[in-house]
Structure formats: structure tokens, C-alpha cells
């Protein structure tokens, strides 16, 4: 895509011409060059654009500020531009509006737009039901082939994606199966619809499950497409996989802003403000830092063991490290798994099974190494622990082992324990996690040190 560089120097944004050089963009370039204005010069943009085109870029899920672009829309336009969006698009919209604004737009929309965008409105946020669109295609099942392609035809632009028919009981309009296109063009025109279905039962999901299960059930059965049932067996709606990708990659974001330690941001790194980027990092920051504390105060604790043998102060860092490391993949790795139903809250002492002993032979592989670090420098000369060099090479090795332990076992069991309380696993952040480590890991240190080095450097 050719640069496009919008600039205006205490002058009106020429909007006419950004307009044309846009319009012939794909659509999720127009919304790279809209991201980049205020929301009042987009609105703009996007009013000038004609209407198909304008709601081509407002179905895109990487254009930021939708709700705020609609505002600022004329209301004729708005709810225009409301009614032709996807439903679930035009849903996301409306959620993250106000009322009375939310309440306003929606008085204005014609009932059956209203009526389908309350519905989804209703669902709790991350829920199926919120994530599904109701413009699917469905056909009876006393239908033929014929019939349904040519329903698919007349409808087609009206419908959000056409992945699959969904055959409706004639009678109850309950969901009977689900026959995909390609069985449909390769099928007897004059066939009843069923003959092209599969002999399995649809999967489905109800309209309360939660975002995960349905990704989860997508990737599973290598779906494109996953209907939504209530518990009278009626299709309320279908969640698509570029949905679910959306969400996924919404998702996978907030998890990994989590895990540096921090509040999940709510608009990409460059379009967030400089004060609430500062309140973003600032509390988690500071909770660290009091929780940092602690490893001081429990330092002061081991004051005289220092003065005695202040050689026990050169390994501190590699000490602590060493703990905050191992518990981090840990934490990596079981909320990961958590969240892919790899494991469930049951399987916690499978987990602690398998960290422990994973978690002893790591640490003396880092204890091996630390020893032979200290015997190599000592020889070498680079060096001189004193006559005792012998034992802080072992307090060191015996120190990595019960840390690095530690470390493995409270990283690993720390996602099951908020997972429990009802806390997203992913708060356990791996800074979290190593600040645990430190404070307890200082404990450990010193406590073997004592009773290794007693009588000697102690």
C-alpha cells in the first residue's frame, strides 16, 4: 500500500482529497489511514465514502474508536450506518456507548435491527452469545436443493457470511443439521435439503458459554462456523472463525500485557494517552515495588551473617534470579495450558508431580554449574573465596536446588490457586511470580547458608 501522509498545518484536513486517494484501498488499509486521524476527521472520511464502501470499513475489527466515530456522525447517518454494520459489529458498537446515547441510537433503529442488537446486547460480555452474529442463512427442512440455493441467492448480501445452511425443523424451527455449500452445488436439485447434510449432529455451543469453549471447539473440529442453540433447540445465531481469531488475538494481547506486569491497555500503544498509559503501569509497579520490599526487610533479618561473610552478597543476584526464572516458565506454561483445557483445577497434584521432581533436577543442573563456576574462578585464580571456597561452592549448589524447586512449585500451583478464587491465571504475571520467589528464595539462601557454613564463615 502506497504511504499515505495525512498532515495539516493550522489548516482544514483535505478531506476530499484523502477520500480519493483511499477508494481504491483494500478495506483494512482505509482503516490503517482512518486509525491515524481524530475521530471527528474520520467520521468525516467515512461519511464521504459511499455507503457500501463506509460499512466495509466500519465491519473491520482493527478500526479503533467505532462507537466514537458513530457519534460524532450525523444521527440520520449513524443509524444508517448502525443498521447496515454486522450485527455483532454493530452490537460491539453500542456496548461501549453510554446511555443515554446507546438508548437514543437504538430508538431510532427500525424494530427488527433493534430487536436483533438488544438480543445480543443482552449476553454478558466474552459470552457466546455476545460474540455471535444472527445474519446466518437458514432454509426449512421440506425444502430441496433447489430451493434453498436460490434462497441463498436472494438473500445473500443481507447475510454477514454464507459458510453453511442451517435446516430448520418445519414445524418446530428447531436446528436439524447444517449443510455446507459445497455439498449443497454438488448435491440433486430436486433432493430434499437433508440429502446433502452429514449423518453427525451439528456441533453447537448455548448462547452462555464462554469464549474459550468456543474457540476451543472451532480449532478442534477445524470449523468455520459454530451455531449458537438455546435449551429449546432454536439457532439464535452463529459464531464465526474470523470472530473468534479477533478475539483470540484481543485476548492474547491482554494476556501478554499482563504477564510484564500491567493493566491490559484498552487502544493500541501509539493512540493511548500519555496519563493513562502512566495509571496502565503505575499500580502494578507499585505493588511490585512494596512487595520488593519485603526482600529487604528480610535481608536485614540475615544483617550479621552478611558482615561475617559478605562473599554470600556476590551470588544474591544470581540467587534470586535463578528462583524468579524457573517460576516464570512455570507460570508460562500452566496458564497456557489452563486456558487451552489442557488441565483442569483437578489436576493440580498431577502438576505438583510432575514440578517437583522437574524442579530438583533443573536446580542441580544450575547447582553443578554455580559450583563449577566457583571452583574454576577459584583455581584460575580470577578469584579468592577465602580457605572455605569448598563450602560456598556447596551452599550455592544447595541453595539453587531448594530455590529453583521452590520456584517451579509456586509458579506452577499459583495460576490453579487464583483460578480457584475466581481471578484470571494470567494476573499471575511472571513479575509477580519472581517477586514471590525473591523474597521467599532469600529465606532459603540464608537459611542453608547457616547451616552449612556454621562454625566456619558463620
Not at 185 to 205: C, E, Q, Y
Not at 421 to 433: L, R
Amino acid at each position: 500500500m502506497e504511504n499515505l501522509v495525512i498532515a495539516s498545518e493550522d489548516a482544514a484536513l483535505d478531506l476530499v482529497s484523502v477520500t480519493a486517494k483511499i477508494a481504491g484501498l483494500r478495506a483494512a488499509d482505509v482503516v490503517d489511514v482512518l486509525n491515524d486521524l481524530s475521530i471527528d476527521d474520520a467520521a468525516e472520511i467515512l461519511s464521504c465514502l459511499p455507503f457500501d464502501r463506509a460499512i466495509e470499513v466500519l465491519d473491520q475489527p482493527s478500526l479503533s474508536n467505532v462507537a466514537q466515530i458513530v457519534m460524532v456522525l450525523p444521527r440520520h447517518q449513524a443509524v444508517s450506518m448502525l443498521a447496515g454494520m454486522s450485527a455483532d459489529r454493530a452490537a460491539d458498537a453500542l456496548h461501549n456507548l453510554e446511555d443515554p446515547d446507546r438508548s437514543e441510537l437504538l430508538r431510532l433503529l427500525d424494530r427488527e435491527t433493534r430487536t436483533s442488537l438488544q438480543h445480543l446486547l443482552h449476553y454478558p460480555e466474552d459470552s457466546a452469545g455476545s460474540l455471535m452474529t444472527t445474519e446466518f442463512v437458514s432454509a426449512p427442512s421440506n425444502w430441496t436443493i433447489a430451493q434453498v440455493l436460490h434462497h441463498i441467492r436472494m438473500v445473500e448480501r443481507t447475510r454477514e457470511t454464507v459458510y453453511a445452511v442451517y435446516v430448520l425443523d418445519s414445524h418446530k424451527h428447531t436446528l436439524v443439521n447444517a449443510v455446507s455449500l459445497r455439498r449443497l452445488i454438488a448435491g440433486d436439485p430436486h433432493a430434499n435439503v437433508l440429502t446433502a447434510a452429514p449423518m453427525r449432529k451439528p456441533i453447537t455451543v448455548s448462547p452462555m458459554a464462554s469464549r474459550d469453549e468456543v474457540t476451543r471447539l472451532i480449532a478442534k473440529y477445524d470449523l468455520l462456523a459454530v451455531p449458537v442453540v438455546d435449551a429449546r433447540g432454536h439457532i439464535r445465531g452463529i459464531v464465526t472463525v474470523d470472530d473468534v481469531i479477533d478475539t483470540m488475538i484481543r485476548r492474547t494481547t491482554e494476556e501478554v500485557q499482563r504477564f510484564g506486569g500491567m493493566v491490559a491497555l484498552d487502544e493500541p500503544y501509539l493512540r493511548i494517552g500519555f496519563w493513562q498509559m502512566i495509571r496502565k503501569r503505575a499500580g502494578w509497579l507499585c505493588v511490585l515495588f512494596l512487595s520488593e520490599m519485603l526482600t529487604a526487610s528480610v535481608m536485614q533479618t540475615f544483617e550479621h551473617e552478611l558482615e561475617k561473610a559478605l562473599v554470600l552478597t556476590l551470588f544474591i543476584p544470581l540467587i534470586m534470579s535463578s528462583g524468579g526464572n524457573s517460576g516464570s516458565q512455570a507460570t508460562s506454561l500452566l496458564i497456557r495450558a489452563l486456558a487451552l483445557r489442557e488441565l483442569r483445577l483437578n489436576d493440580w497434584w498431577r502438576v505438583a508431580l510432575r514440578e517437583l521432581p522437574t524442579g530438583l533436577l533443573l536446580g542441580t543442573v544450575l547447582g553443578a554449574v554455580g559450583a563449577t563456576r566457583i571452583a574454576l574462578w577459584q583455581w584460575l585464580g580470577f578469584y579468592d573465596y577465602g580457605d572455605h571456597w569448598m563450602l560456598i561452592a556447596l551452599t550455592i549448589s544447595a541453595a539453587l536446588i531448594g530455590i529453583v524447586t521452590f520456584g517451579s512449585m509456586a509458579g506452577s500451583m499459583l495460576p490453579f490457586m487464583l483460578q480457584r478464587v475466581g481471578f484470571d491465571p494470567a494476573s499471575a504475571s511472571a513479575p509477580f511470580v519472581a517477586t514471590l520467589v525473591d523474597v521467599t528464595g532469600i529465606v532459603i539462601y540464608f537459611g542453608i547458608a547457616a547451616v552449612i557454613l556454621s562454625g566456619t564463615l558463620l
